[in-house]
């Protein structure tokens, strides 16, 4: 009896955590040794439906990511129009040098909002593209490979607002 109870709470939180996803497109792309500086990340979709969402990115680094941030260029496209575009930094280390984020074991996952209330169209096509661009205090060209980062995700979820 009590473990048919166990295994219906269970399943009910799994059915709750599914449905409270507000996602509208989820998705990751990963780095086998480390993320190179030419390796555009691209994310495509469409949406079905007029909604303001925001965009998350997902970052999992492990303990070889040797910086204290990171810095991106993402840039939106909205039917082949490109309707924003910009450089982003993101605070990964603490000023102890420790790494921020989830941790799962040696792993840390960062969740870092990237546009809030974007108005999205229905039927239309997105492209979002991101490249890293961090180099080296005093040196003009890029890191070759920033080792460390094992993911970059993006998630776009519909605003949600509370009625205060």
């Known amino acids: 009896m009590k473990r048919n109870r166990n295994l219906y709470l269970l399943l009910f939180i799994i059915i709750f955590q599914f449905c409270a996803d507000n996602s509208i497109y989820k998705s990751y792309k990963d780095f086998e040794n480390g993320w190179k500086l030419n390796d555009t990340v691209f994310f495509k979709f469409r949406t079905t439906v007029d909604k303001k969402c925001d965009i998350q990115f997902h970052i999992r680094n492990d303990n070889d990511y040797q910086y204290s941030n990171l810095f991106l260029i993402a840039s939106l496209k ?25 941790r799962y074991g040696n792993i840390r996952e ?20 991101i490249n890293h661009a961090m180099r080296k ?7 070759k490979s920033l080792q460390g980062i094992i993911t970059l995700g993006i998630k776009v979820s519909e605003k949600i607002y509370d009625n205060e």
């Open 137 to 143: 205090n005093g040196e003009e060209k890029g890191i």
């Open 110 to 129: 960062s969740f870092l909002t990237w546009v809030n209330e974007f108005d999205f169209k229905s039927n239309s096509d997105y492209l979002v593209t």
């Open 78 to 102: 909205e039917d082949n129009y490109e309707v924003r575009k910009d450089t982003l930094e993101y605070l990964m280390a603490d000023k102890e040098g420790n790494l921020l984020g989830r």
